[in-house]
């Protein structure tokens, strides 16, 4: 059974950091490109950043130069460290495992920036 299980979430005041994990299991997760996205209240689910097999990363314009996402494959995980968040980072943060035809997510996990 394919699971991805998010964890880091929580409350954080503006310019603060948060960095949050995504434990994979129950395939290879070194052959998937991996992401994060998020979805704030009323909002679609909008892609956050994500990371190639190869290493290669893409961000959205709104968290670049704040937000790193890396990946362990040895340990099945990929984090995004958050800096200098901001108010408007306020949403669920999801984990995505993609290898067409699949496509895995987590539950989520809630970030919560105060200004």
């Known amino acids: 059974q394919v699971q991805l299980v998010e964890s880091g979430g929580g409350l954080a005041q503006a310019g603060g950091s948060l960095r949050l994990s995504c434990a994979a299991s129950g395939r290879i997760f070194s052959r998937d490109a991996m992401g994060w996205y998020r979805q704030a209240p009323g909002k679609q689910r909008e892609l956050v950043a994500t990371?190639?097999?190869?290493?290669?990363?893409v961000y959205a314009d709104s968290v670049k130069g704040r937000f790193t996402i890396s990946r362990d494959n040895a340990k099945n995980t990929v984090h995004l460290q958050m800096n200098s968040l901001k108010p408007e980072d306020t949403a669920v943060y999801y984990c995505?495992?993609?290898?067409?035809?699949?496509?895995?997510w987590g539950q989520g996990t809630q970030v919560t920036v105060s200004s």
């Open positions: 995505n495992a993609r290898r067409w035809p699949a496509d895995y």
């Open positions: 990371i190639t097999t190869g290493y290669n990363t």
